[in-house]
């Protein structure tokens, strides 16, 4: 899986930065494109960059796909779970398994539909004239306005992201049921601020922030593991 999770990673990162370019330099090109500079007017309205912004929604829709899978794989997806860090050690795994089969079943069927929906579009026409078959009397697609790509390209993160994120929340599933833990990242640490703990009574030397469980009561709360010894709580007196 580490060669699918450096893919994710590096997926998003040249959606994500390749975008940010793109959009520099248009905004760049057309400011110049308002100087009155002989040579480099003329030169920059030799070419257009109308297409920069299709392009860039085309990257950020497929940056936020992909982004949503790695989501559940890091656990940074917000969460509503009042009620279930209110239940049993049973109870809630028994939920937060449900939660995670639900996701899985919801965006497994999404990206079926998607799959679909794309093969309609265009895809299956695409791959029959690529391999010089009959394609008969299926529906070539459509294609964009400024780039003039088939949309059925575009309409591919529906099916690709959701059907990797499906994958996520089943391997998350499978995960929390051997292990008892679910990936989750600590909203509120920032960085550079874990440094001085010594003179912190309610972290103690040696310690970090993050790994204070500063709204944790003795049940052990989502996200935490769903067995822990819970003596060290008692002794401190925290609520049974």
Sequence with gaps: M??????????ITFLMGGATLIIFAAVIHRYLTGLDIPGLQDW??????????ELTIIMF???????????????????????????SDDKRKWFI??????????????????YHFV?????HYAWLHYWGKETGDLFEGPTTPDLEW????????????????????????????????LPHVDHGHVEGLDEDTETDPM???GSKPEDTPWFQNTEGLYPKEVNKNHDSDKKEGGAK
């Design 150 to 181: 088939p949309t059925w390209i575009v309409y591919s993160a529906i099916p690709l992201g959701s059907g990797l994120m499906c994958f996520r929340f089943l391997q998350v599933l499978v995960s929390f049921n051997r292990t008892g833990e």
């Design 203 to 205: 972290v103690g030397p």
């Design 44 to 53: 920059l309205l030799s070419f257009s960059m109308a297409w920069a912004q």
């Design 119 to 123: 093969m309609e579009n265009g895809l």
């Design 97 to 114: 398994s449900f939660g995670l089969l639900a996701g899985a079943t919801f965006t497994g069927t999404i990206a079926w539909l998607g």
């Design 61 to 87: 829709v497929w940056m936020a796909k992909f982004g949503a899978a790695y989501g559940v794989r890091t656990g940074i997806h917000v969460g509503v779970d009042v009620m279930i860090n209110r239940l």
């Design 2 to 11: 580490k060669f699918l999770d450096r893919l994710e990673e590096w997926l």
